[in-house]
T-cell receptor, first 112, second 112 residues
Framework: QKEVEQDPGPLSVPEGAIVSLNCTYS??????FMWYRQYSRKGPELLMY????GNKEDGRFTAQVDKSSKYISLFIRDSQPSDSATYLC????????????FGKGITLSVRP | DAGITQSPRHKVTETGTPVTLRCHQT?????MYWYRQDPGHGLRLIHY???????DKGEVSDGYSVSRSKTEDFLLTLESATSSQTSVYFC???????????FGQGTRLTVV
């Protein structure tokens, strides 16, 4: 079992839809959770960063962490064509020299 | 944008030749990482560094070596390039433990 699993997609939604992107993980030591957005032929850029469980909101984006279920989600409200990109979840455990563990990413397309 | 520059941005090389990719940062961040990104595999860690002259292997380190002689530069060398090393290579930096990572724009390497 891989440490981080992410729905492979791709995912296509109409403009204005609510999008839910999810990752599951197996390592209970993970405490730090991130979502990255990657446009075609660009490097990943950080969207959301959360520590431990709970929700975090930033504009149209909400990150949710459920440590009891080992499940994280990214919700995008009122999705726009400009949200079309690949979304990667990433996780980290406490400690020196820790390394981010990434999901494989899901490609989202928002149709006008 | 985080000050990360990868060079070259594109390279075509022949099988069996050595290749060196450079990552340069202006953020004075301690941690630096090299990833490769391939369809179906997501981001996979090749090598990372947690300080000058301190490096360690990631999950796909075979055929690669790294060096970090100063804080701002992290070099990735393919000793003898093979077609399986055709990929997009990303450098990332982190300022401290469990902080977010910032990525460069990537180097697209083709081995023919």
């Amino acid at each position: 079992q891989k440490e981080v699993e992410q729905d492979p997609g791709p995912l296509s939604v109409p403009e204005g839809a609510i999008v839910s992107l999810n990752c599951t993980y197996s390592n209970s030591a993970f405490q730090y959770f991130m979502w990255y957005r990657q446009y075609s032929r660009k490097g990943p850029e950080l969207l959301m960063y959360t520590y431990s469980s709970g929700n975090k909101e930033d504009g149209r984006f909400t990150a949710q962490v459920d440590k009891s279920s080992k499940y994280i989600s990214l919700f995008i409200r009122d999705s726009q064509p400009s949200d079309s990109a690949t979304y990667l979840c990433a996780m980290d455990r406490p400690g020196a020299n820790s390394k981010l563990t990434f999901g494989k990413g899901i490609t989202l397309s928002v149709r006008p | 944008d985080a000050g990360i520059t990868q060079s070259p941005r594109h390279k075509v090389t022949e099988t069996g030749t050595p290749v060196t990719l450079r990552c340069h940062q202006t953020e004075n961040h301690r941690y630096m990482y090299w990833y490769r990104q391939d369809p179906g595999h997501g981001l996979r860690l090749i090598h990372y560094s947690y300080g000058v002259k301190d490096t360690d292997k990631g999950e796909v380190s075979d055929g690669y070596s790294v060096s970090r002689s100063k804080t701002e530069d992290f070099l990735l060398t393919l000793e003898s390039a093979t077609s399986s090393q055709t990929s997009v290579y990303f450098c990332a930096i982190r300022g401290g433990m469990n902080t977010e990572a910032f990525f460069g724009q990537g180097t697209r390497l083709t081995v023919v």
